[in-house]
């Protein structure tokens, strides 16, 4: 049997957290940032964990994290 491969992209942008659940980082602050407020800002550069719903298809592109 082969090894199995990590998506790349998924590998870069996941990282998995000591108690198994997967870390991502929020969207929409790159650009644009004029007119979102300071607080929604602050709360973009905080890291989220995922939703239970996307899991099952985040573990099978990323079957060694």
Do not use: C, E, Q
């Amino acid at each position: 049997m082969p090894k199995m491969k990590t998506n790349r992209g998924a590998a870069k942008r996941f990282k998995t957290t000591g108690t198994g659940k997967i870390v991502r980082n929020k969207a929409y602050s790159s650009h644009i940032l004029t007119k979102k407020s300071t607080k929604r800002k602050r709360n973009l550069r905080k890291s989220a964990i995922i939703d239970p719903t996307n899991f099952k298809g985040i573990k099978r592109i990323l079957p060694y994290a």
